[in-house]
Every structure is written in structure tokens, then in C-alpha cells.
């Protein structure tokens, strides 16, 4: 008996040994399965319930002009929102709010009565309002603040600045080129949590600093600026102009004084704009230039060689070629003529006659050496190349060489068109643009050196365009000069294309000019689009030209030329 008790005992024994070794066993795996399978998800979870996580933003960086001024920077701001049950009287509540932060009195009032357990009600109210608020001690609405950007001037820098969105993103312009920059990394904050979800007294908190983003300044002058984007809304009211465009450079450094197109928007309002006006029209769309182009024209074959300034060419009003007819915008034979006096008349069959006779490979040669056909490089977003045709690449006519020598028949952007009259203003060298003259960050500050893109013509040759260009102001484009100083430049009336040929009534009318023409310090592009008052460049843009000149010169302290302001005293 005792030994069949034992033999039961044993079995008991063995039993229990082998339940707690298969507990221990899957224990073992399961504590495996935890640590090595679901560690990661586990430790995250606990973390998610056991840690506050706060994002700190970080501060986006300031664009400033180059005289200081700031023109995009970070400010706060309060996000306003209700918890509707706590509202006592959404109306009453609606009636005093919504003056404040432009909801509509009904909207408001239907938020603030909702059945939601929170209504966000705006995410822009400014400091001041936001203090206001807070006195009332109205337990339904809750403040809490966050970073948002402001730009000063509004709509006075766009679209060259571009905006910034809700989530903090740059688009357009400089906000969009520089976004990388501009932005900087955020910090955080992680702090120990009780089982109730409050902070643990004394518990232990990891702070990560953010880091704040780079500051831009631009070479931009805020008072060059202003005067254009006076000078340009004035215009576009006096000619009737659907839009228009001024650009301002420095031949010699490739640095953007001042640029400005109209119509623009309000970058502190963005999302009530229409989307067209985001992108900008001096690098984001092109057009076809018209008779400034001649200059480019003039240069390949003075450079080349194949003409000189007293050239003569027999001008028949028509210049044929491969089928085509080429009239002058006269629709006149002006007989015997020099090369400058093409200049001076704008003959289309005198730049026919220059582009015909340098020949296709040269022309295209030095269309490209000026920059057409490819972006610039400039450091604003959104640029686009431009279209210029050549031989060979299964869309160039033979037509396309006299027709493209007077601005027809390729599309080129407005920075494109200033900086080849730039490099001629340089000697002949073409400057790379820029438009932020240094980036500003924790490391220091990055300088932007001028750096040059090429040699397209030699100084002897854009010396002696210079003069051509000189005398053609002088005899036909009075309206562009400025008292005291000498204004090397082109008008431009060019046609613009529509599905199958051209709009018989719209133009674009501009002005391309440099001064002081011995010593160019400005070189400046007037753009004006559809005028209805006149279609002529040098009746529109000529005259605008002249005017944010004359105050360019006093704004900057350029210098007189002594020669012009002789000339000036003697004439009076």
C-alpha cells in the first residue's frame, strides 16, 4: 500500500514538474516574443501612454532687403477654438467674437452651438486680439499660440518672395528656393507621465532644442523696389495694361536691385489668390521680345565680323527669304541705311540682313552665348529655359533666322532679355543673377561673390554697340533719357501668338536701357503687356523708363556724366 502510494506521489510529482516546466517554457517564449518580436512596438506603445512628446517649432528664417528691411519673417500668432458645450450663449458669444477674427456672425454662432466636443474657429488671430480675448474668461473658448509668417509689404515683393502654406512649407520665389534654408529642424520635449495621464513631479525631462532656419539677405533695395512698383501699378492704370513687369540689375555684379510684376497677391492671404499669380512672370513664363532682340542680333554680327556700324544696306521695305516676306513695322523702304540706323528705326529687314548674313551656326552660336534657350541659374524657383529653335533639331525653318533676328518666332523670360543687355553694359561679359546677396545662419555668414558666366562678345565690340545703342536713344527714343546722363538702349513692340498666327490687336510693349552708358552702374527692362492707350514701346515703356530712372539715379547716388550734363547746359 505504502508503495503504490509512493508510485502515485512520484506521479503527482512528475506531473506537476512537467506543467511547470511547459509554463516555464512558454513564459521563456513569450518573454522572447516580447522582448525580441515586439519589443520595439511594445517599448513605443508604453512610451506613447507613459512620455509627453512636444514638437517645438523652429523659428523660420528672416528675409531681409539689402538695406535692412525686413520682408518675410516669423510671428505669432493664436489658434482660437471652442468646446461648445461649455458655451453658455453661442449667440451673444458670436456677436462679440466674430468682429475680431473675420468668421461670419452665422458661422460662428453655428460652430459655438454645435454637438462637436471642439470647434476649431481660426488659426490667425494676432497677439493683440488674442490678449483681448483671453480677458473675457470665457470658459468654452481655449488659446493656444504658434508660429506663422508675415510679410510686411504684402503683395509689394510678390510673386518674387513666393508664401509660406500652414504646414510651414516654402513655395515660390525665394521662400520656395530656399526652403531647406529657410526652415531650420524642430525640437522636442519629452516628459514623464503618471497612470492618470498628468506630469510626474520631478520627473525626468529630454529637451531638444530646435534649430531655427538661416536668414536670407537679398539684394534687393527696399527703396528701388517701392519706386518700381509705384512707377509700374501708375503704368499699367495709364496704357490700360493687362500686366507688366520692371527688373533692375547691376551689369557688373549680376546682383537683382529691385523686380516687380503686377498683378500680384497678398502672400499673408495666399489661399484667397488665384493660383496663376503664384508663379513668377520674370522666370516662369515666357514670351516673345520683339525688337529689343536686334541688340543681340547686332552684337552676333559686329562680333562676327560680318558688319560694322557704317555697314550699308539697301532697305526695300521687304526681305525675302525661303517663301517668306519680312516687312518693316512701317510697312516703309528707307533706302540707303547704316547698321545704326537700323538700330535707330527698328528695321526688321536691317536685322534680317545682319542674322542671313553671319549665318545660322554663328547666330545660334551667340544667341546661346547670351543665355537664350537655357535657364539662367538664378536662385529663385519655378525658372523656365526659354525656346529657342536651331538647325537640326527638326523644328527650325530657314525663315526662323531672319524672323528670330528680330524677336519672332522664340520665347525668352524677362530676366533672360535684361541680362543680355547687361553683359553688353559689362564689356561683353555675361554675370551669373542672384538675388540673396548672403545667408545668415548659427556657422556664420555665406557671401554671394559675383561670379561671371562667359565672355560673349569682346569689350571692343560691346563698346561699339553701346555707341549704336546710344545714338538710336538720341534720335528716336527721346522720352527714355534722363537729364544729366547718357542712356544706352532699345525699344520693343512685339506681337503675341495665338492658335494660328498672331493677336492682330494685343502687343507687348517695352524698353531695355543701361546708364551710365560709359560706366553702367543700372541696366533696366520695362515690360507692359496689351496696352490699349498705344501698343509702341517707345510711347509706353520708353517713358517709364525715363521716369524710375531719373529717381534710380538720385536713390542711389549715381553720379552725373559730366559729357551729358555739358550737352544738357548748352542745349538749354
Known sequence: MDAERRVTTRRRLVLVATALGLFGVGLLAQLARWQLVQGSGLAAAASDEYVRRETLAARRGTIYSSDGRPLSTDVYASILSAAPDAVDNPRELADRLFPLIGVGRDELARKLDSDALWEPLSDEVPLRLADEISTWNEPGLSLASRLSRAFPDAGMYEPLLGFVNRARDGYYGVEGYYDERLRGQPGARLGELDSYGQDVPFGHTILEPPSDGADLVLTLDSRVQYVIWRELRAALEKYQAESGSIIVVEPSTGAILGAVSLPSYDPNGYEQSEAKLFEDPLVSREYEPGSVFKVVTMAAGLDSGAVSPDTVY??????????????????SAHGKVTMTDVLAYSLNTGASHVSTTVGAETFYGYVADFGFGRPTGVDLAAEVAGRVKIPGDGRWYEADLATNSFGQGLAVTPL??????????????????????????????????????????SRRTAQTLTQMMIEAVERETAAAKVPGYVIAGKTGTAQIPIPGG????????????????????LCILIKI????ASPWGSQVAAPIFGRVASELVLILGIEPDPIAVAQSGAGQ
Open 529 to 532: 503687356d496689351r496696352p490699349r
Open 502 to 521: 498672331y493677336d492682330p490687336s494685343g502687343t507687348i510693349a517695352s524698353f531695355i536701357g543701361f546708364l551710365p552708358a560709359e560706366a553702367p552702374r
Open 314 to 331: 539697301e532697305d526695300t521695305g521687304e526681305f525675302e527669304i525661303a517663301g517668306v516676306t519680312i516687312h518693316n513695322w512701317d510697312r
Open 416 to 457: 533672360q532679355m535684361v541680362f543680355s543687355f547687361a553683359a553688353v553694359a559689362n564689356g561683353g561679359v555675361l554675370m551669373q543673377p542672384y538675388i540673396v546677396q548672403s545667408v545668415v545662419s548659427e556657422d556664420g555668414a555665406v557671401v554671394t561673390e559675383p561670379r561671371p558666366v562667359r565672355q560673349v562678345i
